[in-house]
């Protein structure tokens, strides 16, 4: 059980108070329109979205779940935490399409290169994979975090898990409902320097009481390398190369829940810049909370600290290293990741429904109107995710890798309907939304099946459930192109008026413009710095 020293209940009193402060700022701000509550008017700079998708992506499951996967695995995740050069995609390429269409959420970017039955679609697949996997994922790891850190089993007969959880869902729930979108990237502000200070301290005492770098390595021996034998039952590397690309691709160039921080951008230079600062923090993780992963693995193994499983190796390190004075800290920055993924969640979801359901099926809605069932809609949300906690114990037993293995299902489809897409205007609307059913559906039937993998031995669909999980996901992937590609040879495609700036071969004079303006010497050096030290990290660990 941790015991908090008077210091660190001064720390954390301190990061509320400014939470609340920002928060009631926010709420200060005027909200004339949907504009304003779900994409922050439109006018965030670089900092506010460099500083929120980094917030949005790191959340309980990189502090539990990536700590876990280090404790277990060693270096063979970081390649999910390498992926700032797709980020950069992000920003150099897509950002054109996305800001200057001044779309509110994907699946409307979807109707507009192919069809309305294509957005509603993607907006199902998005609500229903956000509620099963990020909302059960982020709960899950920060009640296991508080009641490991803490210590505390039960408070008048209730399990402390359900406690912490409930209680971070229905904090986070209120401010999000109440601030908006502003709240969520000004709140993301100061929780990131928190989470990485916090973090940083874990890596800095640990290495100090493990005995340095090269004990690290020496007990992590066999975990050390990135890039492992073709053979490697868990993590080959043709599945590793492709596979996590597919899986990034869709997560940080397609998801509404990454995407919706730069529709925020006051322009598109504004936007470009926020992804490189979000690059240069994506760079971080697999330090701060991979590698303390793999500490907490050497110390176990010389017998100086003991969990009983993997995702309990960060809060163990909180619980059993750090000094009287520091745990304030590290608490807060634990409680900074779990709130501002939550919040981007919450959001996140809450437009999907009013923009994609609510306000096509009542066009007639006026903005006051649509700013309530936003709200409402981020309630119901919440209320989802409190219903969905106690299915969260079946999750499997490393967090991180239970989380990246189901994204590999719902990736591939999503993916190859965006790049198809945007690459060929030869793709056709019926070929996008039979690419997105056909991708859905073929990842839906692994998932069923897996639970039974061992019932299922011998039988016809055993390959299904045998495969690798990242061969799956590659497998996925070039089906539902060539499904596409052969619907769209048989079906009539969307006039070249239709597609004018939804593909790059019809961008657009004035787009292209728009791509290289205000461009100078800095957008390059720091594209190749960042690029320049992914490239150092693999060298260093292949």
Known sequence: MVELSTLDWLVLAGFFLLLLAVVYFSMRQKEEDTADYFLAGRNAGWLVIGASIFASNIGSEHLVGLSGAGAQSGMAMAHWELQSWIILLLGWVFVPFYWSSKVYTMPEFLERRYNSASRTFLS?????????????????????AFKTILGIDSIWGIDFFWISALGLVIVTGIYTVLGGMKAIMWTSVLQTPVLIIGS??????????????????????????????????????????????????????TDQYIVQRVLSAKNIKAARRGTMFAGYLKLLPVFIFLVPGMIAYALQAKGI??????????????????????????????????????????????TLFTIDFYKKFKPESSEKHLLKVGRMATIVIVLLGILWIPVMSLIADVLYEYLQSVQSLIAPGIAAVFLLGLISKRITP????????????????????????????G???????????????ILLFVVVTAIMILVSMVTQRASDEKLKGLTFSSLGKENMQAMIKDLDKWDYIHTVGILGITALIYIRFW
Request: hydrophobic fraction near 55%; charge should be negative.
């Open 459 to 473: 039988s016809a669909f055993a390959w299904i459930t045998n495969m690798n999980w990242l061969y799956y996901c």
């Open 430 to 457: 019926s070929a996008g939304f039979i690419g997105l059913v056909s991708g859905f559906v073929l990842g839906m039937v692994r998932l069923v099946l897996l639970p039974f993998k061992e019932d299922l031995q």
């Open 305 to 350: 600290i003991s969990y009983d499983s993997a995702d309990q190796a960060f809060p163990t390190l909180v619980s059993e290293l750090l000094p009287a004075g520091v745990k304030g800290l590290v608490i807060g920055g634990l409680v900074a990741a779990l709130m501002s993924s939550l919040a981007s969640l919450f959001n996140s979801s809450a």
């Open 200 to 253: 940083v301290v874990i890596l800095v005492v640990g290495l100090d009481k493990v005995g340095g770098w090269a004990e690290v390595e020496r007990l992590n021996d066999a975990n050390m390398h990135l890039i492992r034998s073709a053979s490697d039952a868990e993590f080959p590397w043709p599945g590793i190369v492709f596979g996590s690309f597919i899986i990034g691709f869709w997560y940080w160039c």
């Open 124 to 144: 199902v697949i998005s609500l229903v994979s956000y509620v099963l996997t990020k909302v059960a994922v982020t709960v899950y790891a920060g009640g296991i």
